[in-house]
């Protein structure tokens, strides 16, 4: 199959990079740029793409290429710092810009062939301190900006091409159709990507994997979890044993509703635990965040364990680890510090004798959405908001019983229903209650109460790595506020949470 390898350099916006492209149809996969030649050579792309990055080429860590990535006969493509690279070792300069140069600049086009076909002058997205102030021999220039004389270079005849800008972000307008010349014009590839082509390879990939065995899949009841069910019922049938866990901290009827789901559109047995009880026991008087995700994890584990031992054929444990989790795990500078802990299956298959089985490791949320849809799973499932494995055990904050769980439950189904009503759902990336730890003064029927204070929380993002507070309209908000204390029992007031990330997470907890 026809792909494109994306060298990690450090940027924030590597993971962007290879969603866009996949958008264009063409499979593309994310490698630090420490990749070795013979990793290169066994992925054999079709087309490469550096990476922006933080660091300057001259710096004493900057960060360089294990060997020659230029003498690969491959088309390149590099981004900011990829560029700022291809110069660096072709026999470029490199310098400290006079003005630093971040956000929007107006790109102006010296030669509209091959990359730049069909591009205009346009406003593009710049972050960078260094720039090119010698071209490397070969080259030429092809775009400039009012801050950078060479702003695009090119060389033909070894099909290398380089960008100051950042094509990848939404800010630069024309950036789809710039990265979509590299990877049709320049790299030729086709169509062959998508989430029905996934599919057909996942399940004889699957097939050949699991053999005669059987197979175990932690159903949590979130859209990864559900659609990864289903994909694998689809490759193996009846040799997939699901397990949900009603842990008592799901939204208001989750399971039930879960349960339905399946009932009605697919042929697939589920063993329903309830575990409410042993969840809420051990979290009696716990406050603390972290300890709460640690119990939660545990406890899972626990009734996980015992109720896996139904399936003593079942030698795999199915997960749906995403891309993202993937790149994080290698990324430039090693794995992510640990914001926070909780992972429904994490230690399991160690404990268990079971061999993992991820077929989700290559792809976004969205494309797990997709494999959804072209699988029959209902849009209105497909489509929900990401729910965190600890549920509303990070959301009643402070401590956790189950009458404080019930009043989160009530008020968190209003403020969907209202967002659902309000036709904002799906401009939303996440949206939820909150229960503060804390009580306010308010008047309720010409009588003084003192109860608790209910926050909300609605964020747009396309990944969740970062986040914008979603702009609520305040006659929504009105009638949120009205009914959630109108008819939840225990709450008094409703505030509205105006934090992006960064500085918060999008959880409270």
Not at 144 to 167: D, E, L, M, T, W
Not at 197 to 226: H, M, P, R, W, Y
Request: charged fraction near 20%.
């Amino acid at each position: 199959m026809e792909k494109i390898l994306i060298l990690d350099f450090g940027s924030q916006y590597t993971q962007v990079i290879a969603r866009k492209v996949r958008e264009l149809g063409v499979y593309a996969e994310i490698y630090p740029y420490k990749i070795t030649e013979s990793e290169f050579k066994a992925i054999n792309p079709t087309g490469l793409i550096l990476s922006g990055g933080p660091s300057s080429v001259y710096a004493d860590e900057a960060p360089h290429p294990s060997f020659d990535i230029f003498n690969t006969n491959i088309p390149i493509l590099g981004i900011c710092y990829g560029l700022q690279l291809i110069a660096y070792q072709n026999g470029g300069e490199v310098d400290k810009a006079a003005h630093r140069e971040y956000g929007r600049a107006e790109l102006l086009i010296d030669n509209n062939e091959d990359i730049f076909q069909n591009i205009d002058n346009s406003t593009v997205w710049m972050s960078h301190g260094d720039l090119l102030t010698k071209l490397p021999n070969g080259f030429e220039i092809i775009a400039h900006s009012n801050n950078s004389p060479i702003c695009a270079i090119r060389n033909v005849a070894r099909k290398i091409y380089g960008v100051q800008f950042h094509p990848e972000v939404h800010h630069t307008a024309q950036g789809k159709q710039i990265l979509e010349n590299f990877v049709r014009n320049i790299c030729g590839c086709k169509d062959n990507w998508d989430a029905h082509s996934f599919i057909d390879t996942a399940i004889a990939k699957i097939q050949e994997q699991v053999g005669e065995n059987e197979v175990i899949c932690a159903l949590s009841g979130g859209v990864d979890s559900t659609v990864l069910a289903v994909l694998l019922h689809k490759a193996i049938g009846d040799k997939l044993h699901c397990i949900h866990i009603d842990t008592g901290l799901m939204r208001l009827n989750e399971s039930a509703k879960l349960m339905k789901l399946f009932a009605e559109n697919f042929d697939m047995s589920i063993e329903l635990i309830d575990g409410s009880e042993t969840f809420l026991s051990r979290l009696a008087g716990v406050t603390e965040p972290e300890q709460k995700r640690k119990i939660i994890g545990k406890s899972f584990i626990d009734l996980f364990e015992v109720a896996a031992k139904m399936f003593n054929n079942s030698k795999w444990l199915a997960q749906g680890t995403l891309y993202p989790d993937v790149i994080e795990s290698v990324s430039v500078k090693g794995p992510s510090v640990v914001i926070k802990s909780h992972h429904n299956v994490g230690g399991l298959p160690e404990k268990m004798g079971l061999q993992l089985l991820e077929p989700f490791r290559e792809l976004f949320k969205d494309e797990v959405r997709a494999v959804g849809r072209e699988l029959g799973v209902p849009d209105w499932f497909v489509n929900r908001h990401p729910f965190p494995g600890p549920g509303l055990g990070i959301r009643v904050l402070g401590e956790i019983t189950t009458e404080r769980v019930q009043v989160l439950q009530k008020a968190d189904a209003i403020y969907i229903d209202e967002i659902r009503k309000a036709g904002l759902y799906d401009k939303i990336w996440q949206a939820f209650a909150v229960l503060l730890p804390v009580q306010s003064v308010g008047v309720m029927g010409d009588e003084r109460t003192y109860e608790n204070v209910c926050a909300l929380r609605a964020v747009t993002s396309v990944d969740g790595m970062t986040a914008d507070w979603f702009p609520m309209p305040y006659d929504t908000l009105a009638s949120m506020s009205s009914r959630i204390i109108n008819e939840v029992r225990g709450i008094n007031r409703v505030v509205y949470d105006i934090t992006s990330k960064p500085p918060g997470t999008i959880e409270w907890e």
